[in-house]
């Protein structure tokens, strides 16, 4: 939801439909960005002070000067486990300390023994171990190369683009200049800061103001920013979240990359204003080699991309290439931050998937989600009463539409005080989700951050005598317009807040809850409607800390109470769902993330590929767009659509602004009704892939939904795409999303791939551009030869009627006639599968030979599933097929054989999911 | 009829102890093609299978016909018996799904769920609440003939009426014209009259005006002639230099010389020649104002009226008018009266100051205007009349012709209107004119929508009412109301929602949409399928 209904905003917005720009700064208008970005690329004024160097066996460290102002800083370098190496750059003595971000690493990361291989007084050479790979640092200026072999990987500052603001006193303001040299003289300080080049004070250093809004600004500039160059690289992904091209495009041209969290209300497409969410991570790409970026920083940060071949057409290309000259390709990127200190990790690969083990050992993987999760969810702005509830849940059942969630919005509280129902049209809710309970589906109700400031509200008593609100500058509890009216927030940064709020969720202090109850947490970037860009003042403060330094953690926080407070009301057993629109680096180990307020427009649904591929990139697996489109009323054929693009994404739920018309999926027409539930039902049949990759994803961290680049790292054609993408490494999905489609091209990669049409059979090479032509039933959906997939094709009411239920295994195979594939299956919803309850197969045929193989023989679940079906496609016809068991028995399956597309069907061989069995195929 | 029951319930286990077999979730009906021991061909045909695959939990069949019983195929059905219920089909996706679907509790055979049989019951209160809508529809429907009856009595009286009021309307036309012609002769006297009065007036104005002028002609002429020699002179006119014809500053002696007709000076006589090139600016030596020209003084007053005019439109966006399109509009007429009479008054007023008071009529053009006012009294009197019988054939027409279902059965709701209360408002359906909407602890109305159609689906049309346009929604549509027309003894309105913003729906329940009820005794023959 969006601040739509807010009488003040709601004037000024009239009936245009467009993000209103004016609200959100741009570069020119962040004064620290303005700086920072009006120093160009030249020497930088940095120095290396080798004699400081001292190396331990886990980290170097050692000083930079800058010449022109005489400041130090403090440089750190470690080794990490796993390819990574980490840069912290601080100031050696500031006068108090700078924001350190807590709380998104998951532990301090390992270190490995760093060595020097060479020293003189240009610099010094560092091995990093592994390989031939070193780390140059050059002292004057200073710069960082991170090499292998004779190739530069990385180079830091190499266009001189390091800047550190020192913290330093104000002195437009003191009256006695005398004082102030006094102050500069505390013997605390180096030598050298005495005489230290008098900086100009510029607009904004102290206090900036935005439209109606001042920062005050005590602290002065203190931000931070360092340039990056990539040679050899082209392509650069992620840094989420932006409606905005899977690939990242150069920033020459207008402004940065902007990551600050931000209720943007009716956001617009293809530019790199700031979202809802900030993951300030960067992979690079090439044929040769994946790498990423992992910049720490919590505060307000802007990224600027240039790259040397960024204006060549490609022909421009081939004439380089034809003459041999120019230079190699090469990105530079350059981040700025406003506040708090240098801290990154290089991700150095070399693959796609190294990056993503590489991330996900910092900042941790994808959270399992209950299976449930995985399938529909239907939400509206706002089911009105438990009537509504009941009978849109009847609906589901008369029309034949699985689903698992129904959502509650912000109207289902008393007055929006969260934690709370409205008495009358929520009297019995415990009536309501038992009801639900009864035919095993689930609901989702919003908590969100912001607390109505009245004192018989409870929640507010309590915050605010605890002393846990957010304070002003003031001092006092900071508050803000947000949907109950006034409102204050609470300091989620507070460990004793968090563990405070998770036990709000208790059975017995959130009342009329069960166990089918889970939690939305909305408008947490934070949204304030009348604070600055609709957000938190910068001067707000969180104990020793500005927001500015935190900002873009909040959302973060209070999804991690949120969640820990639905694992503590089950006594740690249940596994959490939460949904939140705010993120950061980490929230992937916290739950799912939406792409906030988007429209009911084709552009929308265009978009929640790259968007949600981006967020993948960076850890963040489950990830949907609003089925639909949010604001606005869609037309049949794009809710249609938008139904079936989501079915083969992540997080899949319709959602739809409280202004618009009802759209529950069978209002359009038994036609509609009957597409719509095509898609969710393809859903369904899917769930049991879908659900071991996120097991996969939980524990290797790397994306369920993935752009084709991933798994085909060499193939230039795929490093742009945007159109299409794989989930997991087999299935390959083109959906479509233009109006009036006749058909799609869909490129299919691989030269010794084959892919097989799941909805037809039929098989394509790969290395080609597929034409395909569509109807309105059209999902173009490919399963990679090579690849085994376990589905549940008796779709029920939910996900979770279809527990017990058999599996049918598409093999699929390869042109080696070989195929291989994981099943994967627990309770579905419990913390158990860390007890090793589970099971966990390989599935494999090679040689005529289908065998299922235990992937983790210490693990043990028992299910009641069993294999009903086995579908071979491109298979060539048997004479007979024997089934053997692990009790040594065998038996002959009957099989039917399809010519036409070579599909081999064995009927019925029966064994339970979990055991051991071979299939020879004579 | 509870023996009756029982006893067909004894007979219904009787006879599936002995006579069984059909497999699972097959209904009677199709029974026939699910012959135990025999190959069984799927029901579309499509193949033929062992019989030991019907409901072996393995789909063969694309139509899945061959697992009636199981889950197998995606697109079977399941056949509940449900004794003493419906019997009913459930998608076989809900078999064994831990969920009781089906009262007998047959859907759940082997899921561990416990269900218990609740057919009977289900049976009981289905049948009491059939039995009571039965009466409802029953009485309902002699309501429903009753005013039906009404409606044609009322429709006959009101053609009746129509024809009345047509006749009467010929009356009054020819009354009309009779009375204009009695009007316009009585008023060509008055005309006349008036004419003379006012000439007169002003003939005696004018005279009046004259001896006023010629006092001030020799008021002047004294006044000008400083040396008292009886003649006015070049040298005393120069001392007025208001009197400059070119305004120029210089008054000389030759533009004085003009003046006086190309002579030095003047005598009475003569002044009174030269009198018009002088009255216009001369200004007196004793008081110097110079009257305002009158017209210049009335314009002046209307301005600042034309100026509220245009103020009391203010400009439309403010968000809490959308509310009450009809009050905004009863308070704009008040403002337009406020600000009009005002100015009216003031300007009678002046007329009089300016002009004096016409003298009364003699009394015999009196009498003339006497006669004519009342021919025009009595002319527009029959003219009122004439246009009240328009209406009312208007609105009689419109009644007539007003679609109010096919046997005018909706006709009695015309011109009344129902209330229900809820929590926090007050709804208001006024049937075939409008629905509304008011906050019950104050606050002005909302239209939820104006008379649209009749818009049930093609076999019902007179089973939804569809009222439209109501008050605009903000950035939303304007809204509407969807009325469910249903049985009832009473008319009255059971509910309402709102189930999409500004998208209002309200139950009602009325004898006219009452069908004859059909046989009562359906219980019978449903339990045949036992």
Redesign the interface.
């Known amino acids: 939801m969006a601040p739509l209904l807010v009488?003040g905003l709601?004037?000024c917005l009239s009936?245009t439909w467009a993000v209103d720009k004016g609200n959100f700064k741009t570069c020119e208008q962040s004064a620290f960005c303005k700086r920072q970005r009006a120093l160009k690329p030249g020497e930088s004024p940095y120095r290396a002070l080798l004699e400081t160097m001292e190396l331990t066996n886990t980290r170097l460290t050692l000083q930079l000067i800058n010449d022109n102002n005489k400041v130090r800083l403090l440089l750190e370098l470690y080794r990490l486990q796993g390819n990574i190496t980490r840069v912290k750059i601080n100031e050696l003595k500031p006068l108090k300390p700078r924001y350190e971000v807590p709380d998104v690493l998951i532990r301090e990361p390992t270190t490995e023994p760093l060595s020097v291989l060479s020293q003189d007084e240009n610099g010094v050479v560092l091995s990093l171990g592994v390989e031939s790979q070193r780390v140059i640092i050059s002292a004057r200026p200073f710069r960082l190369d991170i090499m292998e072999g004779s190739d530069v990987l990385m180079s830091l500052n190499s266009r001189g683009l390091l800047a550190f603001e020192h913290l330093r006193m104000r002195k437009d303001t003191q009256a006695d200049p005398e004082a102030e040299k006094k102050e500069e003289a505390d013997p605390a300080n180096q030598a050298e800061t005495t005489k230290e080049e008098e900086e100009k004070v510029e607009d904004g250093m102290w206090e900036e103001t935005f439209k109606s809004h001042t920062d005050s600004k005590p602290n002065g500039p203190s931000a931070v920013s360092l340039d990056f160059s990539l040679p050899g690289v082209e392509h650069v992904y992620g840094i989420p979240e932006h409606a905005d091209t899977l690939r990242l495009k150069t920033t020459d041209n207008g402004d940065p990359y902007r990551l600050y969290n931000l209720d943007v209300f009716q956001y617009e497409l293809y530019n790199p204003m700031a979202l809802y969410g900030s993951v300030p991570v960067m992979v690079a790409h090439s044929a040769q080699r994946t790498t990423g970026i992992f910049w720490l920083n919590a505060a307000e940060t802007w990224v600027d991309i240039s790259s040397n071949t960024a204006g060549k057409t490609v022909f421009g290309k081939m004439l380089d290439y034809v003459q041999g000259s120019s230079e190699t390709p090469q990105t530079d990127v350059r981040w700025i931050s406003e506040s708090g200190i240098i801290d990154i990790f290089i991700m150095l690969g070399p693959t796609p998937k190294d990056v993503f083990s590489q991330y996900a050992s910092l900042t941790g993987t994808q959270s399992f989600p209950p299976l449930a999760s995985l399938g529909y969810h239907q939400c509206r702005w706002n089911y009105?009463d438990q009537e509504?509830v009941k009978s849109v849940d009847a609906g589901f059942d008369e029309h034949?539409i699985p689903y698992d969630f129904i959502w509650l919005d912000i109207e289902h509280t008393d007055g929006k005080r969260y934690f709370t129902w409205d008495p009358?049209k929520f009297a019995t809710p415990k009536e309501m989700l038992q009801g639900l309970m009864?035919?095993?589906r689930k609901m989702v109700a919003i908590v969100d951050p912001h607390i109505k400031v009245d004192g018989n509200y409870k929640i507010h008593n309590e915050i605010r005598s605890r002393g846990f609100y957010v304070k002003n500058k003031d001092g006092g509890d900071y508050e803000g317009w947000c949907w109950p009216g006034s409102a204050s927030y609470p300091d989620f940064t507070r460990a004793d807040m968090r563990a405070w709020w998770a036990s709000m969720f208790a059975y017995d202090q959130y009342e009329g809850t069960m166990e089918n109850l889970y939690t939305w947490n909305d408008m947490n970037e934070p949204s304030v409607f009348n604070g600055p860009e609709v957000t938190m003042h910068k001067d707000a403060t969180h104990g020793a800390w500005e927001h500015r330094d935190i900002h873009n953690l909040y959302g973060l926080y209070v999804q991690m109470a949120t969640a820990e407070g639905l694992i503590q009301r089950s006594g740690g057993v249940e596994r959490p769902f939460v949904l939140t629109r705010a993120f950061f680096a980490g929230s992937q180990r916290l739950g799912a993330v939406w792409t906030g307020d988007n429209a009911a427009e084709w552009g929308h649904l265009k978009i929640s590929i790259p968007m949600c591929l981006s967020m993948g990139l960076v850890g963040i697996s489950f990830c949907g767009a609003d089925i639909g489109g949010f604001f606005k009323s869609p037309s049949t054929e794009l809710l249609v659509r938008w139904y079936q693009a989501g079915a083969y994404q992540p997080f899949y739920r319709a959602h739809a602004h409280?202004?618009?018309?009802?759209r529950e999926p069978w209002l359009f027409g038994p036609e509609n009704t009957a597409l719509i539930r095509e898609a969710v039902?393809q859903r369904y049949t899917l769930l049991p892939y879908w659900y071991q990759l996120f097991y996969r994803a939980h524990v290797t961290g790397e994306p369920v939904m993935r752009p084709l680049w991933v798994e085909y790292p060499q193939d230039l054609a795929t490093f742009a795409l945007e159109d299409e993408y794989l989930i997991g490494r087999d299935l390959l999905v083109h959906p479509v999303v233009e109006e009036g489609a006749r058909g799609v091209t869909a490129y299919l990669p691989g030269k010794d791939e084959v892919w097989f049409d799941v909805h037809t059979f039929q098989k394509h090479n790969g290395a080609q551009n597929l034409y395909i032509p569509v109807t309105m039933s059209s999902i173009p959906v490919f399963q990679r030869g090579g690849s085994i997939i376990p589905r549940k094709?008796?779709?029920?009411?939910s996900s979770t009627?279809?527990e017990h239920?058999p599996y049918t295994l598409y093999v699929a195979l390869n042109l080696q006639r070989t195929a291989d594939g994981e099943l994967y299956i627990d309770d579905g919803h419990t913390f158990n599968y860390e007890k090793k309850e589970f099971i966990y197969r390989k599935l494999t045929f090679a040689n005529k030979v289908l065998s299922s193989v235990n992937l983790a023989p210490d693990a043990k679940f028992t299910t009641d599933s069993w294999i009903?079906?086995i579908i071979v496609l491109g298979a060539s016809k048997p004479s007979k097929v024997t089934l053997k068991t692990a009790d040594g028995q065998e038996k002959q399956l009957e099989f039917d054989f399809d010519a036409s597309m070579s599909v081999l069907t064995v009927?019925?061989p029966g064994m339970n999911a979990g055991a051991d069995w071979t299939m020879t195929f004579q | 009829m509870s023996c009756q029951f029982l006893l067909l319930l004894l007979l219904s286990v009787g006879v599936s102890a002995v006579e069984v077999q059909r497999p699972r979730g097959v209904p009677l009906s199709k029974r026939q093609f699910y012959e135990e021991g025999k190959p069984f061909t799927c029901l579309d045909g499509s193949r033929t299978i062992p019989f030991d695959r019907v409901n072996?939990?393995?789909c063969?069949c694309q139509d899945g016909s061959d697992e009636p019983g199981t889950?197998?195929c995606?697109n079977g059905s399941f056949h509940c018996t449900n004794a003493g219920f419906r019997p009913t089909f459930i998608?076989s996706?809900?078999i064994n799904?831990?969920?009781c679907d089906c009262c007998d509790t047959t859907d759940e055979y082997n899921s561990g769920a416990t269900c218990q049989n609740t057919c009977r019951e289900l049976g009981r209160k289905e049948r009491e609440s059939l039995q009571k809508m039965a009466e409802i529809a029953k009485e309902g429907f002699l309501l429903k003939q009753q005013l039906i009856h009404e409606a044609n009595r009322g429709l006959e009286d009101k053609k009746a009426k129509l024809g009345d009021v047509q006749g009467s309307k010929k009356d009054l036309e020819a009354k009309v014209e009779a009375l204009r012609t009695v009007k316009e002769a009585a008023e060509q006297p008055e005309r006349e009259a008036k004419e003379r009065h006012l000439k007169a007036w002003e003939d005696q104005k004018a005279l009046i005006q004259k001896e006023k002028e010629s006092a001030r002609m020799a008021e002047v002429f004294l006044e000008l002639d400083d040396d008292a020699d009886g003649f006015v002179s070049v040298p005393e006119l120069l001392s007025h230099s208001e009197l400059d014809p070119d305004a120029d500053g210089s008054f000389t002696e030759a533009e004085a010389q003009g003046l006086l007709g190309g002579v030095d000076k003047v005598d009475t006589a003569a002044f009174e020649s030269i009198w018009s090139n002088v009255k216009e600016k001369y200004m007196s030596e004793s008081n110097a104002d110079t009257p305002a020209p009158e017209e210049t003084s009335r314009e002046e007053i209307n301005e600042p009226v034309s100026d509220n005019e245009s103020d009391q439109y203010p400009d439309d966006?403010i968000?809490e008018d959308e509310d009450d399109d009809d009050e905004e509009d009863e308070d704009d007429d008040r403002d337009e009266h406020e600000y009009k009479i005002p100015p009216t008054a003031r300007t009678e007023e002046k007329k009089d100051d300016d002009e004096g008071a016409m003298p009364p009529y003699d009394q015999e053009t009196q009498n003339l205007i006497d006669a004519a006012q009342k021919a025009r009294d009595e002319f527009d009197e029959a003219e009122r009349a004439l246009r009240e019988v328009d209406d009312q054939i208007r609105n009689l027409e419109k009644e007539i012709s007003f679609d109010f279902g096919p046997s005018s059965e909706f006709a009695y709701l015309y011109s009344q209107c129902y209330e229900l209360t809820t929590?926090e408002y007050i709804y208001r359906l006024c049937p075939f004119n409008r629905v509304t909407q008011k906050p019950k602890f104050g606050g002005s109305e909302t239209n939820l929508g104006s008379w649209g159609k009749w818009a049930g689906p093609e076999d019902s049309i007179y089973s939804v009412m569809k009222y439209e346009h109501g008050t605009g929604?903000?950035?939303?549509p304007s809204r509407s109301t969807t009325v469910k027309l249903t049985c009832g003894k009473e008319t009255v309105v059971t509910s309402t929602?709102?189930?999409?913003?500004?998208?209002y729906l309200m139950e009602f329940t009325c004898p006219a949409i009452c069908q004859e009820p059909p046989n009562l005794e359906i219980s019978s023959h449903e339990h045949q399928e036992l």
């Open positions: 009488l709601a004037l009936g009105n509504d034949d009358h009864d035919k095993k409280v202004d618009t018309p009802r039902r094709l008796r779709v029920r009411r009627c279809m239920d009903e079906r009927r019925k | 072996d939990d393995y063969d889950a197998a995606p998608p996706s809900r799904d831990g969920i966006d968000p929590s929604c903000w950035q939303g929602s709102e189930p999409s913003r500004c998208e």
